[in-house]
């Protein structure tokens, strides 16, 4: 073989493989990457692989109508295993290995402070759909579940009235990490500020998974037992309701008598329950599959029809997710691109028609404006309603009953570009 006919064929070689790798490019920016960061194993799979199934389920109705900027949408999946070190990396890997354009994902606060830097550090963009405690705005963070003035205030103004019970003591009871014990500080602040004394105050934490409750449904009953009106707040998360429930119905407590309200608790949970002896007992939300409205029926129908399954139920954080990655879409679609700045600046004032037939605003601290509803546990594991705003209430970033936070505020946009500034003097929230 000559030296001439070696170099060329080396060209023709070199030459087709620069055509296979940007054609390889090429199809590769065809598809724009949707990271599902959910787990979908551990104690809080429970909860968060319903939610990996809603996206699958947005995405794939995405593409049956064309998909998005004339590209097919692709979910890439990860499983981070209830493992809070573990979300970290796998939300690095979504990010550099997967380069996925947006984020869905998280349940847990632990989960969401691993992943925080990794998405500020690679300018990510995730969307949060949990209840959370709230005191954090991020750039790279769309918090579209409920912070404490749009579940935990209300539900205890709620238990505090006629209509609730008139409660005089009350039970903080969580899963020991940051979510319950900053909801439980701001809770303890507000109560402070109504005339509650420490002393009308329990507060006990537990572990992750935690099984065995006797102990400390026996301090409820005792600490109820003074003749005061007592209610419990539960921010307890993932399978540790399973046994903390079954424990009240055990050892007698009813809903008339000591009444619980639970953040973190929905449909999902109680389907794994016997939900009769919890008839009356509380959650607090923004939606249950429960509302009368035409979008929450359309979204049933869907969800049973790509689910397979009649008897799944849906809940809060689905619709977080829903209302979240129909924003994003919107976003997109104004933006013309996925580019992570240029989708954020469009994501501000974006509006969507909720599940609950109002609609939901993104606002300029990254957080949703949308209604709360309280529900009363039913037979069937459903909610009946039994409160709700009238309008919609903005979620805060910072609470104002740490004074601390109170002082705070946070914009996105210019001139403030901020998620922690100071409050001027005429600052109206």
């Avoid at 006919?5 to 990457?33: H, P, Q």
Wanted: net charge neutral.
């Amino acid at each position: 073989m000559t030296n001439l006919f070696k170099a060329a064929r080396a060209t023709l070689v070199a030459g087709a493989m620069t055509a296979t790798f940007f054609a390889a490019a090429a199809n590769a920016a065809e598809t724009i990457k949707v990271g599902v960061l959910h787990s979908l194993s551990g104690t809080m799979a429970i909860s968060e692989t319903t939610l990996k199934d809603t996206i699958l389920m947005m995405v794939d109705d995405l593409n049956k109508k064309g998909g998005l900027l004339g590209k097919k949408v692709e979910p890439v999946v990860v499983d981070p295993a209830s493992n809070w070190p573990l979300f970290a990396e796998k939300a690095r890997e979504l990010l550099t290995v997967h380069k996925v354009d947006v984020v869905f994902g998280n349940w847990t606060s632990v989960s969401r402070k691993s992943v925080l830097p990794v998405f500020e550090e690679l300018n990510g963009m995730l969307f949060y759909p949990v209840q959370y405690e709230g005191e954090e705005s991020s750039r790279n963070v769309f918090y579209t579940g409920a912070a404490p003035n749009q579940q935990a205030i209300p539900a205890v103004k709620y238990l505090m009235g006629e209509d609730g019970g008139a409660a005089k003591r009350w039970v903080l009871l969580g899963t020991d990490y940051v979510y319950p014990r900053t909801t439980n500080k701001i809770l303890r602040a507000y109560l402070h500020s109504k005339g509650v004394k420490d002393a009308d105050i329990m507060e006990d934490y537990t572990p992750f998974g935690h099984s065995d409750w006797q102990t400390i449904v026996a301090k409820v009953k005792k600490f109820a037992s003074t003749g005061k009106k007592t209610a419990v707040v539960s921010t307890i998360n993932g399978d540790a309701n399973v046994p903390f429930y079954k424990e009240l119905a055990n050892q007698g407590i009813k809903a008339e008598d000591i009444p619980v309200v639970a953040f973190s608790v929905g449909e999902e949970e109680l389907a794994g329950l016997d939900a009769k002896p919890l008839v009356g007992h509380l959650a607090a939300w923004n939606y249950f599959m429960s509302v009368d409205a035409p979008e929450n029926d359309a979204f049933i129908k869907k969800w049973h029809a790509f689910i397979k399954d009649k008897k799944r139920v849906t809940n809060d954080p689905m619709e977080a997710h829903y209302i979240g990655f129909n924003m994003w879409v919107q976003a997109v679609k104004q933006a013309g691109s996925t580019d992570v700045d240029a989708v954020r600046q469009a994501m501000y004032g974006q509006k969507v028609k909720n599940l609950t037939g109002s609609i939901a605003l993104m606002n300029k601290n990254h957080h949703l404006s949308k209604p709360v509803l309280i529900g009363e546990i039913q037979e069937d594991g459903q909610f009946d309603i039994v409160w709700q705003t009238d309008g919609l209430v903005k979620g805060d970033a910072w609470s104002d009953f740490i004074p601390e936070s109170s002082k705070l505020t946070a914009d996105w946009t210019y001139p403030w570009v901020c998620g922690n500034c100071k409050k001027p003097k005429f600052a109206v929230n």
